[in-house]
Nanobody
Framework: QVRLVESGGGSVQAGGSLRLSCAASGIAFVGANEAWFRQAPGKQRELVAAISSRGSANYADSVKDRFTISRDNIKNTVYLQMHSLKPEDTAMYYC?????????????WGQGTQVTVSS
């Protein structure tokens, strides 16, 4: 059974930093593509950052130069380091793992961790 467990969310003031973690089990982590999505109230879920099984990363324009996604294939964990947080970053953040396309029907989701940024 695949499990993705997020942690590290919380409340911070604008300009602050947080690091999210997502621990994976029950999946061939080394070969999986990983991603972070977020969903704010009343908005669609959006891709924040993704990292391929080979370590290639890409980011939403809104978070480039502020967020960094990384993975530790020994610990089966993917991270999202967030700096210079803005109120518009407030959302529930979800970890996603996929053998192919992140966010696809065949992919796996964590339960989410809340990030709240106050101005």
């Amino acid at each position: 059974q695949v499990r993705l467990v997020e942690s590290g969310g919380g409340s911070v003031q604008a300009g602050g930093s947080l690091r999210l973690s997502c621990a994976a089990s029950g999946i061939a982590f080394v070969g999986a593509n990983e991603a972070w999505f977020r969903q704010a109230p009343g908005k669609q879920r959006e891709l924040v950052a993704a990292i391929s099984s080979r370590g290639s990363a890409n980011y939403a324009d809104s978070v480039k130069d502020r967020f960094t996604i990384s993975r530790d294939n020994i610990k089966n964990t993917v991270y999202l380091q967030m700096h210079s947080l803005k109120p518009e970053d407030t959302a529930m953040y979800y970890c996603n793992a996929a053998g192919s396309v992140v966010g696809s029907r065949d992919s796996y989701w964590g339960q989410g961790t809340q990030v709240t940024v106050s101005s």
